[in-house]
């Protein structure tokens, strides 16, 4: 059970603002190492912030020693009741610059409110202009952290640290998603339609379509997570990886097989042949936006390659 924030003394309370400025200066320090490679501008800023951050956890601590002496109590965020509780976001092994973002504003806006709280509960007048100065750095603090994003843009910072995490998204993201989907697509038009073609039972067609989606998923799944570890490559966690492969191959297969859920055979087939139309579509058109291949050029490889597969499948459930 943690301590009511109403009843700290003086001397937790400086405990406390002491032990705040260092973890959130260490925090701010990891967030820069971590960001450095890719985003230099944001790494620069929450270096400079992680600096300033040590100058308060120093007054503090002169403070301290003058009022206090050399002793200082072990004092925590999480032995006082109040305090919103941080995720580690740090330790993620992926890490997005919106994320740091978000987190630096949300840790200066609770320090801020902090001081500003505490500083009117102390006696001594040396000790509450300290906090009410450190109170107004604070917010400073929270209002650069709010517009960083306009320095960033006016700077021409942002426009570069955004075509990095671009680069990171497509390439975490999109490529293993566009692997599967396409696999998932592809893959599954040729046992579906040869087995509707082969029973023209709508209910046979659906079992063999989903089957075959699932089976597809989790041997894309699996080969996308262990084909990389995404240390040196920097393609992210492999598990996330593979989970977002496996998933958009099992959906490209589903989205086909659902219509034989119909009845009906032949409006089952028709369906299922457009919701084929759209997602090589779909397929092509996300190779366009993020994988910089020219719609036509996408669209003639990826609907050719669908084709020859559904032509296939239904030669060999008609034979």
């Given at each position: 059970m943690g301590k009511s924030f109403h009843e700290l003394t003086e001397r937790e309370i400086l405990s406390l603002a002491i032990s705040l400025e260092e973890e959130d200066?260490?925090?701010?320090?990891?967030?820069?190492?971590?960001?450095?490679?890719?985003?230099?501008?944001?790494?620069?800023?929450?270096?400079?912030?992680r600096d300033e951050e040590s100058t308060h956890r120093r007054r503090l601590l002169e403070a301290y020693q003058e009022r206090f002496g050399e002793h200082l109590p072990l004092m925590r965020?999480?032995?006082v009741?109040?305090?919103?509780?941080?995720?580690?976001?740090?330790?993620a092994r992926t890490l997005s610059v919106a994320q740091v973002r978000r987190e630096a504003e949300m840790m200066e806006f609770e320090t801020r409110r902090f001081y500003e709280a505490v500083a009117q509960r102390t006696?001594?007048?040396?000790?509450?202009?300290?906090?009410?100065?450190?109170?107004?750095?604070?917010?400073?603090?929270?209002e650069l952290a709010e517009h960083f994003d306009r320095e960033q843009t006016a700077s021409g910072a942002r426009a570069e640290e955004d075509a990095t995490q671009r680069r990171i998204f497509v390439?975490?993201?999109?490529?293993?998603?566009?692997?599967?989907?396409?696999?998932?697509?592809?893959?599954t038009l040729a046992p579906l339609f040869a087995a509707a073609f082969a029973t023209h039972n709508s209910l046979d067609a659906f079992r063999v379509g989903l089957a075959a989606s699932v089976g597809a998923g989790i041997s894309m799944g699996f080969a996308e997570?262990?084909?990389?570890?995404?240390?040196?490559?920097?393609?992210?966690?492999?598990?996330?990886?593979?989970?977002?492969?496996?998933f958009m191959t099992?959906?490209?297969?589903?989205?086909?097989?659902?219509?034989?859920?119909?009845?009906?055979?032949?409006?089952?087939?028709?369906?299922?042949?457009?919701?084929?139309?759209?997602?090589?579509?779909?397929?092509?058109?996300?190779?366009?936006?993020?994988?910089?291949?020219?719609?036509?050029?996408?669209?003639?490889?990826?609907?050719?390659?669908?084709?020859?597969?559904?032509?296939?499948?239904?030669?060999?459930?008609?034979?």
């Open positions: 200066g260490r925090i701010y320090g990891e967030f820069a190492e971590r960001l450095r490679g890719d985003y230099p501008a944001t790494a620069t800023a929450l270096a400079r912030m965020r999480q032995d009741k109040g305090f919103v509780d941080r995720k580690p976001l740090w330790l006696t001594d007048a040396g000790i509450r202009r300290l906090l009410g100065d450190l109170a107004m750095e604070e917010r400073r603090h929270s390439l975490q993201i999109v490529q293993p998603a566009l692997a599967g989907l396409m696999d998932g697509s592809v893959s997570a262990l084909s990389d570890d995404g240390a040196l490559s920097g393609r992210g966690h492999p598990w996330l990886r593979g989970g977002v492969c496996g099992t959906l490209g297969g589903i989205g086909h097989t659902l219509p034989y859920l119909i009845p009906d055979f032949n409006m089952a087939t028709g369906v299922a042949g457009v919701v084929v139309a759209v997602e090589l579509v779909a397929i092509s058109w996300i190779r366009n936006h993020y994988m910089d291949t020219r719609f036509l050029s996408a669209a003639f490889q990826v609907i050719l390659g669908g084709i020859l597969v559904f032509i296939a499948g239904i030669v060999i459930g008609s034979a």
